[in-house]
């Protein structure tokens, strides 16, 4: 699946009209040094060749190098991709944590107040862009408020800690520089609130439904028969059934935080892969492209594996297909 | 001594087309260690009344009156944690469709431990697992092992709902209410379970309540019958009696209605009929 992506992107990004040779040296160089640099970049080869460098470029980790930032693509991706992944894994947790919750409990008390209350914020929170909501959310709490601050991933006086996993928070936490944690935290609140509530909408829409489903089952009855607590059958009982087919749309969710991260990075300035990308297709930058998308198609991989294993691993119907 | 007693159970639904009157002042009694059935046709209130007793009906479209008398407390208006504390304790469920009856996600033996643990908290823990061997064991089951770290789906329908009757044992109930325990399953099994259950139950000297639309089933099981048609008792009596001499027309009718092998022509029963209402109940 990953050589069909790369090879669709590798293509389309040549298709696209413009001469990133000419793009990257600006208007003033001249003809030869654009010839020279097309040379440079397999521009001038068929593209099977063109294609044939590339690959091989993978296998040893080099992507390339950026005709815009200049630096090699592989770099570049290593320091804008732990922001990113930081800022959605930080989004999944909200979604998760508020989303879930809340559908639990539209679903219990379905039809009742407390029901059409969680409908009204899902549906706010699907309805309306996350960009919206990031200029929303800074101008209360940035701008009214001020209590938290605007742009960025740290402070301007704050240094970041050397780079274990490239995600900020966690290491500062493993470096023990606890308030650099808490400028972090800060920082990322905001952007990943804007960019969790449209997804914290479909995950507690989608939980409700799942919910409510369960709850007209025989086991459930049978549960109230047998004793069972109300919060036991919500927390528990009904749950697991329920989680099980909303997990898998939930993954789908968090992967494609990555590509909706876009207009938030941009509005946060937040030094992410999204925004990294959209610059390299404006700048007809072929490597950076090609690059962001592979990474981009590699997360969805991994991540729908991921969740297929923990589905199959928590319904007992397949874990014990096998055997 | 009376254990269970109905006196002038009314239920009404209430929708958007307006209320639909589901029991009409039905009353019924259980002495301890009988077995009594309730017999009717789809709709006629059986099952209504057995999830009135557990209070499984409480929603704000439901207006109830009357009294239900278990040991001397009403449980119409116990409070809801009360119920709890009678639900799968004093009172336990068999319901019609065991593998659905069964959380899918959960094996037999988690079930099991939760319904204990809904009521007890202090068990032995090493002697629970031989506990739960033994009722599963005491339903006939050949492998209680290997069903106890089962889950419902792995299951036939017969196996389950020998599963659900060992579950509704597990807190020692006085009374258990069994809504068509046997109408999900094959005609064969159907006697194979009847016949455990009833062995069980009269060992245990347990109380029961069988619901049912099938009069063979109860002729087999019961102590005492009630007819119950469009939410009103008609008929009741032993077992005996209600099938040498059924009193109420409808009873009468419903008897025949029995498919015999020498016999061509089946009398239909009319559900729209109302002359079965206007007799008058017959108390035998």
Redesign the interface.
Known sequence: MLIGVSILIFIIARIIPGDPARMALGPTATQEMVEQYRDKLHLNDPIHVQYWFFIKGITQGDLGESVYTKRNVTTDVSTYFPATLELIIFAALIMVCVGVPLGILAGRYKDKSIDNISRLISLLGVVTPSFVWAVFLMIIFAFYLDILPVAGRLSQDTVAPDKITGLIIIDSIIRGQFDVTIDALKHIILPALALSLSALGQASRLTRSNITEVYDKQYIEMARAYGYNEFKIATKYALKPAMIPTLTILGLDFAAMLGNAFLVEFVFAWPGIAKYGVQAILYKDLNAITATTMIIATFFVITNLIVDLVVAYLNPKIRLSGK | MTLLSIRNLEVQFKHYEGVTKALKKISLDIKEGEKVALVGESGSGKSVTARMI?G?LSNSNIKKNGEIFFENIDLLKESSSQI??????EI??I?Q?PV???????TVKKQML??LE??TKDYDKNTIEKYFVNLLKDVKIEDPERVLNS?A??LSGGMAQRVMIS?ALINNPKLILADEPTTALDVTVQKNVLSIMKDVISQKKMSMLLISHNLGVVREFADKIYVIYQGRILEEGSTEKIFNSPGHIYTQTLLQAIPKINSSKLPSLDSENLDYLSQPKFTH
């Open positions: 557990l499984l709890k504390q009678i639900r799968g304790n336990s469920m319901f469709d659905s009856s069964l959380n899918p996600y959960f939760q319904a809904n009521h889950y789906f792995q579950m």
